[in-house]
């Protein structure tokens, strides 16, 4: 596991981390994409968290989160903005994002399948939030494509199970599909709340949408 500190932030193009959003060019894609790069952000994704987070309050100042699939950034620079100088945002990814300019920054690189949930917990720490928006790579098979894309849910899940401290939240992207209901039944027995929720940021032909649990009800 390799953690790594801060550094100098570099402005990377705007990314797009799903097939069907880098095949789409309709207006409303055309103004997600503009608005992030005025404003400075790594990755349109960010409005989906952005409206997530001020629809369920899940950042709080001085928080210490954990973002998985955090590349290219977007949901890192966001949540950074969100703790403040007090909390701390570790992001995990199989892709390294550019350097973040802040210390409250920490990387940890690779494959979530391939890190034992000990060794993660005494790396990262206990946490107030895990959010991921981890993707597999499209197949354009729908059933290839839900099959792995619920295994990244699933994992996320197990992460925050050992991770979170009480009332936690988590949130998380998954296709939909047939397992979406046995996914959420899943997290509803481990947090006070669950949601479904579909920002207005995610693309009109994608299947995107994100489960959200709300206080973890911790053993
Ligand atoms: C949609 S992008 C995330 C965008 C990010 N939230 C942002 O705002 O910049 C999905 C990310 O999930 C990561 N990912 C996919 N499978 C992964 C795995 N098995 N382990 C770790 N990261 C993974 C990809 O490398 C990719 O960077």
């Not at 917990?121 to 792995?148: E, H, K, L």
């Not at 949601?195 to 207005?200: I, L, S, V």
């Amino acid at each position: 596991m390799v953690v790594q500190g801060a550094g100098t932030f570099l402005l990377q193009r705007i990314y797009t981390c799903d097939k069907y959003e880098k095949m789409a060019g309709n207006k409303w894609d055309d103004h997600f994409t503009r608005r992030a790069r005025e404003e400075k952000w790594r990755a349109r994704s960010v409005y989906k968290l952005e409206e997530i987070d001020r629809k369920f309050h899940l950042i709080r100042r001085g928080d210490r989160i954990l973002d998985l699939g955090c590349s290219p950034g977007s949901w890192s620079q966001y949540a950074l903005k969100k703790v403040g100088p007090g909390g701390r945002v570790s992001g995990l990814d199989l892709t390294r994002p550019a350097d973040f300019p802040s210390k409250n920054f920490s990387f940890i690189h690779g494959d979530i399948f391939s890190f034992d949930l000990s060794d993660l917990v005494q790396q990262v720490g206990p946490r107030n939030a895990v959010i991921s928006d981890m993707a597999p790579q499209t197949s354009g098979i729908r059933a290839a494509d839900t099959g792995r894309s619920l295994e990244l849910a699933r994992r996320a899940l197990d992460i925050a199970i050992v991770l979170l401290k009480g009332s936690g939240n988590f949130v998380c992207k998954i296709l939909e599909g047939e397992d979406l209901k046995p996914f959420r039944n899943r997290v509803g027995q481990y947090f006070r709340q669950v949601r479904p929720f579909r920002p207005a940021a995610v693309r009109k032909r994608s299947r995107e949408v994100y489960v959200i649990g709300l206080g973890y009800r911790s053993k």
